[in-house]
């Protein structure tokens, strides 16, 4: 078995007005200004934030997953000013080749096509050097932002998930979308195979490498002292 690989240089992504860069300890506020607003939290399952300190701890579970191979999260910054208005990232799923997508962002950046522009940028990176076939992306049915974000990036609706998610005391009705690889025929060739991808951390029976990313949130909305974990019974839900 192939050992797990390991980022040697975290990958930045810029476009014509951002930066994507890692998560660093210096972006406690931004993710506090994201995570703290109960717009933002209000469509996804993690608790809205009380103090900075359990912003820290969420930036560390968000660390530990790209250490672990997990997933990647990339901040979100606006060329020219270091402040983090956003996140972006998948989650990898190595037993078929597949990613899941999340993303939020600061509310008084939203309605700009600052998301869309970096969803854009992590598709382009996750078919091009990760050997991805699919990236799937799910929603909650109100959340119509979210939803334009996915069409203008090129995803296609393919149904709802009737009351698959289950966080703040009730279930949720998600819509399902998704991009494959060959619906993006600008995508260049892949530096790692789809084998590969799927052998390198051992399948659906390496636990660290099959949970996403951006699921780490749901063990945060249970305790957000406490450390976060996914419980693996449902993805996360897309926000702005």
């Not at 037993?95 to 382009?124: F, K």
Request: charged share 20%; hydrophobic share 40%; proline share 5%.
């Amino acid at each position: 078995m192939q050992q797990r690989p390991c980022l040697r240089e975290f990958p930045i992504l810029k476009t014509e007005r951002l930066m994507l860069r890692s998560l660093a300890p210096e972006d406690q506020a931004g993710v506090f200004a994201i995570y703290s607003n109960p717009e933002v939290t209000r469509f996804c399952d993690v608790a809205t934030l009380a103090n900075q300190q359990q912003a820290s701890v969420l930036i560390q579970v968000f660390q530990a997953e790209v250490e672990k191979d997990g997933g990647i999260r990339w901040a979100i910054t606006q060329k020219g000013s270091p402040r983090l208005i956003g996140l972006c990232g998948v989650g990898w799923y190595r037993h078929n080749a597949s990613a899941l997508l999340s993303y939020d962002l600061n509310q008084d950046y939203w309605n700009r096509g600052i998301m869309t522009e970096a969803v854009q940028a992590v598709v382009r990176y996750v078919f091009d050097q990760a050997g991805t076939n699919r990236i799937t992306a799910t929603t909650t049915v109100d959340n119509t932002a979210s939803m334009h974000v996915l069409l203008h990036a090129g995803f296609q609706e393919e149904g709802i998930l009737r009351e698959w998610g289950l966080w703040k005391g009730e279930f949720k009705d998600l819509r399902c979308f998704s991009l494959l690889r060959k619906d993006t025929p600008a995508a260049g060739p892949s530096n790692r195979s789809a084998a590969g991808l799927a052998n390198s951390c051992g399948g659906q029976e390496s636990g660290d490498c099959t949970r996403p990313l951006a699921s780490a949130k749901a063990g945060f909305a249970a305790n957000p002292a406490a450390p976060c974990g996914w419980d693996g019974t449902r993805p996360p839900t897309l926000i702005h």
